[in-house]
Structures are given as structure tokens and as C-alpha cells.
């Protein structure tokens, strides 16, 4: 039987990876994220935080909140495949920066050079799934290896 501090560390560790993964095609692939994106991975950040506190605190209620938070960004990941796929509508809200101290031409520009990054299209994928949909697929997987750390502190 893996112990539970082998689980914790995998289940963080996934997380960790996920998030490196995210800002890899942000900032190397230069797809830039949508709403949607950054939405899932806050639970990712959450559970690598978890996951830390964990190996260092006993118990069962850490890594429940471990499996909680990876059920979160799977649950945000299934939302954006279906947006993605047209089963339901997306936000339509959008986020901008702070826009503090610009003048309006600046306000304009910032405006007009802004990436514009629907969640309804598709900008990777592989084996016909989207980036959203791997998200869920993995966190899904995260998940149980949490859950499966939170039955090992009995």
C-alpha cells in the first residue's frame, strides 16, 4: 500500500504540473488563456498549497480538501469542454487590466492590442480532446489519488 504522504506528494506534484503545463503554452506557446483557463487553475494552485501543508500536518481533512479542490478544476474543466463544444453557453463577461493613471488613448490602445480569447474555440488539441478537456480528464485522476491519501491517514 502507498503511503499517504507518497499519495500527497503525487496528487501535489500533479497539480504543480498542470500549472507549469498551463503557463508553458501562456508564455512559450503564446497562447494566451482565456476566463475559463485561469478559472481552473485556481483549484490547481489551491491543491499544490494543500498538498504542502499536508506532508507536515496529519489527519484526513487536508488531503479531503486536496480531492475537493482537484473535483473543482475537473468540474470547471468538464464546464469549458461543454462551452467549447457548444452544449452551453460560456461567460460573457470578460476580465481586462487595471486601467488606473491611462490616458484614454492609452486606455484605447491597451484596448485594441489586447489578445482577444473566446472560450468557445479550441486553440490546442490532441486526440480530438481540448486542453480544457485533458484538464478535467487528469484532475479527475488527481482527485481519487487524494481521496486514496485521505483513506491511508485512517
Known amino acids: 500500500m502507498i503511503s499517504r504522504k507518497t499519495l500527497i506528494l503525487i496528487a501535489s506534484a500533479g497539480s504543480a504540473a498542470m500549472l507549469v503545463g498551463a503557463w508553458g503554452f501562456q508564455y512559450i506557446g503564446g497562447m494566451a488563456p482565456c476566463k475559463l483557463c485561469y478559472w481552473q487553475r485556481y483549484p490547481h494552485a489551491a491543491a499544490f498549497v494543500i498538498g504542502l501543508l499536508a506532508l507536515f500536518l496529519p489527519g484526513r481533512w487536508l488531503p479531503l480538501l486536496g480531492g475537493f479542490a482537484a473535483l473543482a478544476t475537473a468540474g470547471i474543466g468538464i464546464y469549458h469542454t461543454g462551452v467549447e463544444r457548444g452544449w452551453w453557453e460560456g461567460p460573457s463577461t470578460c476580465t481586462s487590466g487595471p486601467i488606473g493613471g491611462l490616458t484614454p488613448e492609452q486606455l484605447m490602445e491597451q484596448i485594441m492590442s489586447a489578445p482577444l480569447t473566446r ?17 478535467a480528464i487528469v484532475s479527475l485522476g488527481l482527485a481519487a489519488i487524494w481521496f486514496a491519501a485521505a483513506r491511508a491517514a485512517r
Do not use: G, Q
Open 119 to 135: 472560450c468557445d474555440e479550441v486553440p490546442w488539441e490532441l486526440f480530438t480532446l481540448s486542453m480544457a478537456s485533458w484538464n
